[in-house]
Nanobody
Framework: QVQLVESGGGLAQPGGSLRLSCAASGFTLRNYDMYWARQAPGKGLEWVSGIYSDGSVTDLLDSVKGRFTIARDTAKSTVYLNMNNLKPEDTARYYC???????????????WGQGTQVTVSS
C-alpha cells in the first residue's frame, strides 16, 4: 500500500526555518517523481517544488525560489522540504505527493499525504 506521511510543520517566526519530511512507503522512492504542494487558507492548491526520479529538482513557485529546497534520501525513503527565511505568506498546509504533474495540482490524481500545517507568525 502506497503511503505518504508528512511531518515537521509547526509555528515559525518570520525569517525562521523549518524542515518538512515526507516518509514514503509501499514503493521505491528513487523510481518516481515527487512533489511538495501547499494550500493557504482560502486559496487553491499550488505546487512548490519537485524532485524527479533522476534526482534533479525544480522550483515550481517563484515566491519560494532561493528560500526552499527539496531533497530526498532514498535510503530512508524520505523526501524533504527545507524552508528558510520564512514569511507570513508561506503559512499553509503543505502536502507531499506522488502524482503526475498537472498545471493545477489535483489531489484526485496520484497519492497524497495528509499534509502538515506551517504557520509563520511573530
Amino acid at each position: 500500500q502506497v503511503q505518504l506521511v508528512e511531518s515537521g510543520g509547526g509555528l515559525a517566526q518570520p525569517g525562521g526555518s523549518l524542515r518538512l519530511s515526507c516518509a514514503a512507503s509501499g514503493f521505491t522512492l528513487r523510481n518516481y517523481d515527487m512533489y511538495w504542494a501547499r494550500q493557504a487558507p482560502g486559496k487553491g492548491l499550488e505546487w512548490v517544488s519537485g524532485i524527479y526520479s533522476d534526482g534533479s529538482v525544480t522550483d515550481l513557485l517563484d515566491s519560494v525560489k532561493g528560500r526552499f529546497t527539496i531533497a530526498r534520501d532514498t535510503a530512508k525513503s524520505t523526501v524533504y522540504l527545507n524552508m528558510n527565511n520564512l514569511k507570513p505568506e508561506d503559512t499553509a498546509r503543505y502536502y507531499c505527493a506522488k502524482a503526475p504533474y498537472t498545471i493545477v495540482p489535483n489531489m484526485k490524481r496520484g497519492v497524497w499525504g495528509q499534509g502538515t500545517q506551517v504557520t509563520v507568525s511573530s
